[in-house]
């Protein structure tokens, strides 16, 4: 099964709202991505935390890590209509630092 | 800089016949990786490289073949197609830990 589970797989909000995603892992990380893509699109890097990091933020994207319940979150607040995408959180796992494994992602629409 | 590219951008295949996806990066990252994304499976890695002469299996490496000749390419190879290969398929290059994703080749296998 996948390392990173993404919650929920799909959520709609109206503009100006805040959106907050979740993502679970299973083993121990070096750091944790988020990632967006638009449809039909390749995925462009959002924000990295690092394992030692709680808290990051990056415009109107704030991500949170608790390793202690190997739990992310990313919140996007006041969205946008050009928010709408999905949101996939990539995990650099200790072993084999070199691969990042994937959720399944999250499809989020922002409603005018 | 143009990124990562892929060509072609799409392609059908049929049962059996073989093709390479290109892939090309201009940024002299040394890693490169492939990837394939099926609805509801997100991104599974195929193969990947930490650089030149040097590559690795994935999460999913049966029926592809890679190489990496220089650092700007990485192509894969389909060796025999088959339906479940159908797919769409992203090359990425990796800055620390930060990927660049190409475009995307959506391949389909009948």
């Known amino acids: 099964s996948q390392q990173g589970e993404e919650d929920p797989q799909a959520l709609s909000i109206q503009e100006g709202e805040n959106a907050t995603m979740n993502c679970s892992y299973k083993?121990?990380?070096?750091?944790l991505q988020w990632y967006r893509q638009n449809s039909g699109r390749g995925l462009v890097h959002l924000i990295l935390?690092?394992?030692?990091?709680r808290e990051k933020h990056s415009g109107r994207l704030r991500v949170t890590l608790d390793t202690s319940k190997k739990s992310s979150s990313l919140l996007i607040t006041a969205s946008r209509a050009a928010d709408t995408a999905s949101y996939f959180c990539?995990?650099?796992?200790?072993?084999?630092?070199?691969?990042?494994?994937f959720g399944q992602g999250t499809r989020l629409t922002i409603n005018p | 800089n143009a990124g990562v590219t892929q060509t072609p951008k799409f392609q059908v295949l049929k049962t059996g016949q073989s093709m390479t996806l290109q892939c090309a990066q201009d940024?002299?990252?040394?890693?490169m990786s492939w990837y394939r994304q099926d609805p509801g499976m997100g991104l599974r890695l195929i193969h990947y490289?930490?650089?030149?002469?040097?590559?690795d299996q994935g999460e999913v490496p049966n029926g592809y073949n890679v190489s990496r000749s220089t650092t700007e390419d990485f192509p894969l190879r389909l060796l025999s197609a088959a339906p479940s290969q159908t797919s769409v398929y992203f090359c990425?290059?990796?800055?620390?830990?930060?990927?660049?994703f190409g475009p995307g080749t959506r391949l389909t296998v009948t």
């Open positions: 083993t121990s990380i070096n750091n």
């Open positions: 940024m002299n990252h040394e890693y």
């Open positions: 990425a290059s990796r800055e620390n830990y930060e990927q660049y």
């Open positions: 990539a995990t650099a796992i200790i072993q084999g630092a070199q691969k990042l494994v």
């Open positions: 490289s930490v650089g030149a002469g040097i590559t």
């Open positions: 935390i690092r394992s030692n990091e």
